[in-house]
């Protein structure tokens, strides 16, 4: 099993950079997809992207698109995500996750069942 911690969120402007990680243990990272799913005050739990489990496939929802990258480097068991061109409605709580079954890729979160505690990303105006 994968058990993902998340780093890297903090406070910044609109239109800058962050760039957060995902730690996961458990020896079978690199057979997972991983994905980055975020939590708006007030709102439901929203899809952000997806890596597949050798790293050849992204998904990644329209509101992000062209802004943010996915990344995975199986030797150190992490997932990252660049944030560019932030905007304040990308204030979030962000969290990574693991899918549910192994060689598989989806964007819906019912499909991965192992979660991080999330991190926090504040976009000021």
């Known amino acids: 099993q994968v058990q993902p911690v998340e780093s890297g969120g903090g406070l910044v402007q609109a239109g800058g950079s962050l760039r957060l990680s995902c730690v996961a243990s458990g020896r079978t990272f690199s057979t997972y997809a991983m994905g980055w799913f975020r939590r708006a005050p007030g709102k439901g739990r929203e899809f952000v992207a997806v890596?597949?489990?050798?790293?050849?496939?992204?998904y990644y929802a329209d509101s992000v698109k062209g802004r943010f990258a996915i990344s995975r480097d199986d030797a150190k068991n992490t997932v990252y995500l660049q944030m560019s061109s932030l905007k304040p409605e990308d204030t979030a709580v962000y969290y990574c996750a693991a899918g549910t079954l192994p060689y598989t890729i989806s964007t819906s979160p019912a499909n991965f069942d192992t979660w991080g505690q999330g991190t926090q990303v504040t976009v000021s105006s």
């Open positions: 890596i597949s489990w050798n790293g050849d496939t992204t």
